[in-house]
T-cell receptor, first 114, second 114 residues
Framework: DQQVKQNSPSLSVQEGRISILNCDYT??????FLWYKKYPAEGPTFLIS?????DKNEDGRFTVFLNKSAKHLSLHIVPSQPGDSAVYFC?????????????FGSGTQLTVLP | DTAVSQTPKYLVTQMGNDKSIKCEQN?????MYWYKQDSKKFLKIMFS???????INETVPNRFSPKSPDKAHLNLHINSLELGDSAVYFC?????????????FGQGTRLTVV
């Protein structure tokens, strides 16, 4: 039962163009969404997040959009750079007791072509 | 300074053996996690500890036992290793609910059971 889905396992984009990574979720209790970036042989690193009360959050070249009615979020990277090539994980957060539990998607491999 | 460090990075062992993976964080976080990344690349939570107390225990075989000697350490012991345990295991930490699920990950331990 995948509560967070990233249906595109891979995406290739030309340098300088926009990269759009998509994520869908099913659990309406999720109230915080995050994107993580992962290089080979490293752990995921936090990239950007958005609260469920917002529909957009921007940080430099990275913007996350949230459509709660569609249970869909997307990460926009513009302009894309070769160093952005990595696996991007979408994650959704819900409080579980005294901590927050993260549920991850399966990731999308982004390749930015020079 | 590595924020979340786990050892070893690679572990190859035979079926039936018992092994441990160590994790330490120097961020002063209250919550630590173990995640498993399976062959389909999903990151799935296994355990979560908050201030040395177990708060999340997903459906994991009881051959897996986390040990938290203090809130900066969360070690993972695995008994009677099976072929299906082969995966990459990630340790992570976060502040408690104030962290809103933003977690810092270690570099991962690639476990191969032969």
């Amino acid at each position: 039962d995948q509560q967070v889905k990233q249906n595109s396992p891979s995406l290739s984009v030309q340098e300088g163009r926009i990269s759009i990574l998509n994520c869908d979720y099913t659990n309406s209790m999720f109230d915080y969404f995050l994107w993580y970036k992962k290089y080979p042989a490293e752990g995921p690193t936090f990239l950007i997040s958005i609260s469920s009360i917002k529909d957009k959050n921007e940080d430099g070249r990275f913007t996350v959009f949230l459509n709660k009615s569609a249970k869909h979020l997307s990460l926009h990277i513009v302009p894309s750079q070769p160093g952005d090539s990595a696996v991007y994980f979408c994650a959704a957060s819900v409080r579980s007791g005294s901590a927050r539990q993260l549920t991850f998607g399966s990731g999308t491999q982004l390749t930015v072509l020079p | 300074d590595t924020a979340v460090s786990q050892t070893p990075k690679y572990l190859v062992t035979q079926m039936g053996n018992d092994k441990s993976i160590k994790c330490e964080q120097n961020l002063g976080h209250d919550t630590m996690y173990w995640y498993k990344q399976d062959s389909k690349k999903f990151l799935k939570i296994m355990f979560s500890y908050n201030n040395k107390e177990l708060i999340i225990n997903e459906t994991v075989p009881n051959r897996f036992s986390p040990k938290s000697p203090d809130k900066a350490h969360l070690n993972l012991h695995i008994n009677s290793l099976e072929l299906g345990d082969s995966a990459v295991y990630f340790c992570a930490s976060s502040r408690d609910t104030g962290g809103l699920g933003k977690a810092f990950f270690g570099q991962g331990t690639r476990l191969t059971v032969v």
